[in-house]
């Protein structure tokens, strides 16, 4: 099993930043890509960032140059840097972590597709 746990959330204003950081735990073998989703009140669920194990990052337009998404490999961590925020940012953000874990007993690698709780994200004056 793979456990995902969030730090960093909370309320900030305008043109203010924020930092959220997951970190993945548990009998994992490899990670294929690790980033943040979010989802606003009444809207459904968008991709914030995505980073693969190549390193390659993929970040939603309305981020773009104003979020930073990087990642700690030993760690297993990855941290989601928002800059210049906006009250349209204003959303829970959830973790998302996908790659193989080992299933307990065995050598078989197993798909996983692991999600974290979410973190509110609040930008208002």
């Known amino acids: 099993q793979v456990q995902l746990v969030e730090s960093g959330g909370g309320l900030v204003q305008p043109g203010g930043s924020l930092r959220l950081s997951c970190a993945a735990s548990?009998?994992?073998?490899?990670?294929?890509?690790m980033g943040w989703y979010r989802q606003a009140p009444g809207k459904q669920r968008e991709l914030v960032a995505q980073?693969?194990?190549?390193?390659?990052?993929n970040y939603a337009d309305s981020v773009k140059g104003r979020f930073t998404l990087s990642r700690d490999s030993p760690k297993n961590t990855v941290y989601l840097q928002m800059n210049s925020l906006k009250p349209e940012d204003t959303a829970v953000y959830s973790c998302n972590v996908i790659g193989l874990h080992v299933v307990p007993g065995t050598t078989y690698r197993h798909y996983f597709n692991s999600w974290g709780q979410g973190t509110q994200v609040t930008v208002s004056s």
């Open positions: 548990g009998s994992i073998a490899s990670i294929t890509t």
């Open positions: 980073i693969t194990s190549g390193g390659n990052t």
